[in-house]
């Protein structure tokens, strides 16, 4: 069991930045991937952003350039650095895990981009 608590999200300005959290507990073994998704309301979940325990990193092409994700395996926990945010970017935003078949979805949080 591995579970998914986020926190972070918020209301900002456009251009404003925002980071966001994951922490991660449960039966967490070294090698796995995390990462963000975002869904906006009528829309399909996307991916944002993926790190995997090695480093590796892959973003959407919608945020490269502005959002970075980053982790700290010591704490089990995921960030993404959100900057030069757009209205676009609204939508509630879901910590994820995967290791193997094996995958675990946070509750969400929402981030609201508006002046």
């Known amino acids: 069991q591995v579970q998914l608590v986020e926190s972070g999200g918020g209301l900002v300005q456009p251009g404003g930045s925002l980071r966001l959290s994951c922490a991660a507990s449960?039966?967490?073994?070294?090698?796995?991937?995390m990462g963000w998704y975002r869904q906006a309301p009528g829309k399909q979940r996307e991916l944002v952003a993926t790190?995997?325990?090695?480093?590796?990193?892959n973003y959407a092409d919608s945020v490269k350039g502005r959002f970075t994700i980053s982790r700290d395996n010591a704490k089990n926990t995921v960030y993404l650095q959100m900057n030069i945010l757009k209205p676009d970017d609204t939508a509630v935003y879901y910590c994820?895990?995967?290791?193997?078949?094996?995958?675990?979805w946070g509750q969400g949080t929402q981030v609201t981009v508006s002046s």
């Open positions: 790190i995997s325990s090695g480093g590796i990193r």
């Open positions: 449960g039966s967490i073994l070294n090698i796995n991937v």
């Open positions: 994820n895990f995967k290791r193997g078949s094996f995958t675990s």
